[in-house]
């Protein structure tokens, strides 16, 4: 039973790129969720999804991020015109009920 | 209110000695209340978990200890081990409310 699975682990974009994350959720989980972490700081949240649903989002900046999780294949965080403050270890989590949150390796963006 | 605090933010504590880390919350409403460990570059593995139903919950060398009328709880090694050398971060949820609420981590070094 496979974990969950993000890529890429290291992500390195210039200024104005985009940025796309992947996360396949483990087996039987619909709950996926996205925390991002800045170095020597704590976890914040930033989006909940089920499978075609963003159920809350509260922690997601209002600009230039945006996430989905669609019927079929991973959910993807996305990040448009990336600035150097979104350089970030990005985590996804599953779920199979409220409160049980496995997650994966992470996803490491350098913004140069 | 949506707060969880957590000290020290560091600790070192020597081989074989009892490593404690504290958490505090201010809403009444969180109704789970789990532990993560993490280890340098990789993601946040849960540990230990407890429900404010009870007041004590201990797995091999680790318990929870939990004061529902202090709104505290805290984590206990025992035997503290040079692997057990990570950081640690306590979270806590509303059940129905998916979201998880992270501690700011306590970075433990544990000596030879």
């Known amino acids: 039973n496979a974990g969950v699975m993000q890529n890429p682990r290291h992500l390195v974009r210039r200024r104005g790129q985009e940025a796309r994350l992947r996360c396949s959720p483990m087996?039987?989980?619909?709950?996926v969720y996205w925390y991002r972490q800045l170095p020597e700081e704590g976890l914040k949240f930033m989006v909940y999804l089920q499978k075609e649903n963003i159920i809350d989002e509260s922690g997601m900046p209002k600009e230039r991020f945006s996430a989905e999780f669609p019927k079929e294949g991973p959910s993807i965080l996305r990040i448009q015109q990336v600035v150097r403050g979104d350089s970030a270890a990005y985590f996804c989590?599953?779920?199979?009920?409220?409160?049980?949150?496995?997650f994966g390796e992470g996803s490491r963006l350098t913004v140069l | 209110q949506q707060q969880v605090k957590q000290s020290p933010q560091s600790l070192i504590v020597q081989k074989g000695g009892i490593s404690i880390i504290n958490c505090a919350y201010e809403n009444t409403a969180f109704d789970y209340f789990p532990w993560y460990q993490q280890f340098p570059g990789k993601g946040p593995a849960l540990l230990i978990a407890i429900r404010p139903d009870v007041s004590e919950k201990k797995e091999g060398r680790f318990t929870i200890s939990f004061n529902k009328s202090a709104k505290q709880f805290s984590l206990h090694i025992m035997d503290s081990q040079p692997g057990d050398s990570a950081t640690y971060f306590c979270a806590a949820i509303i059940q129905g409310a998916q979201k998880l609420v992270f501690g700011q981590g306590t970075r433990l070094t544990i000596n030879p």
């Open positions: 087996k039987g989980h619909s709950h």
């Open positions: 989590a599953s779920s199979p009920g409220p409160g049980e949150l496995f």
